[in-house]
């Protein structure tokens, strides 16, 4: 069964892009808001990006607006990341799961690391 699978991450050098892909189990995007989440080494996981169900309305963390661009594809039941500008503090494994209070989250995926560095 699906629940949430990432992919795309990989080695890239400063300034460089990734696209994140994150396939969900149709019970959970259909009906909720998705969100991007990333974990550093000895950090705690933090959600980088979000979008809602309906209007499709995109939420960004301040280190990441104007570099990241979430979307989602209905028809595949997939989330995108589209990450530009990479910075070596954007290394981190970045996992998807529903946006929202920590009681809705489905369990977490394998994630998928990028590492940012020359």
């Known amino acids: 069964q699906v629940q949430l699978v990432e992919s795309g991450g990989g080695l890239v050098q400063p300034g460089g892009s990734l696209r994140l892909s994150c396939l969900a189990s149709?019970?959970?995007?259909?009906?909720?808001?998705m969100g991007w989440y990333r974990q550093a080494p000895g950090k705690q996981r933090e959600l980088v990006a979000s979008?809602?169900?309906?209007?499709?309305?995109?939420g960004y963390a301040d280190t990441v607006k104007g570099r990241f661009t979430i979307s989602r594809d209905s028809a595949k039941n997939t989330v995108y990341l589209q990450m530009n500008s990479l910075k070596p503090e954007d290394t981190a494994v970045y996992y998807c799961?529903?946006?929202?209070?920590?009681?809705?989250?489905?369990?977490w995926g394998q994630g998928t690391q990028v590492t940012v560095s020359s």
């Open positions: 149709e019970s959970i995007f259909r009906v909720n808001a």
């Open positions: 979008i809602a169900s309906g209007s499709g309305g995109t």
């Open positions: 799961n529903i946006a929202g209070p920590v009681v809705m989250f489905r369990p």
